[in-house]
Each structure stands twice: as C-alpha cells, then as structure tokens.
C-alpha cells in the first residue's frame, strides 16, 4: 500500500531538532518506508532519519509532504500526520 498526504507545519520553529527527533522517533515505529518533502521542493528525505528532516529546513508555514508505502503505510501517515498537528508535542 501507498499513501501521500500533505500537511501544514504550524509549530513557531519549524522542523528544529526537537521537532526532527519526534517526527523519527514516530516514523521508526512503522516497518514502511516514509519519506519527507517540502511541497515545492524537489528533495525529499527518510522520515526516520533525524539529519535528514533536519536537511528540509522546513518553516512555520510551509507545507510537508509525507509518503508511505508498505504495509502499515496507512498507520505511519496517520501517526506522522498527528504529530505535526499537535505542534510535535511543543505547544
């Protein structure tokens, strides 16, 4: 299974550290494949690959798109999708 859904960052700094390290920590507790990009952008990187998120430079503002495909494609996207919504626990 394949998934692509889009999502606004809303959080004050973006994809800091803090905000990279949530996003992987979630992202490595699905078996498939997730990558990140900035809608817009051509780069797209390993979801749970902290340096990679962090390569994004994604701002307050910016949109991130998330893709998953595998098996549990479905729960990774849906889980990636509630972290970014909740600010990734900051606020």
Known sequence: MELECSVKISNKYGL???????????AKRFQSSI??????????????SILGILTLGAEKGQTLRI??????????????????RQNFGEE
């Open 67 to 84: 893709r998953a495909s595998g098996e549990d494609a479905k729960q990774a996207v849906d889980a990636l999708l509630e972290v970014v």
């Open 16 to 26: 800091h550290a803090r905000a990279s390290t949530r996003l992987a920590e979630v």
């Open 35 to 48: 990558r990140l990009s900035r809608v817009g952008a051509n780069e797209d990187v390993d979801a749970k």
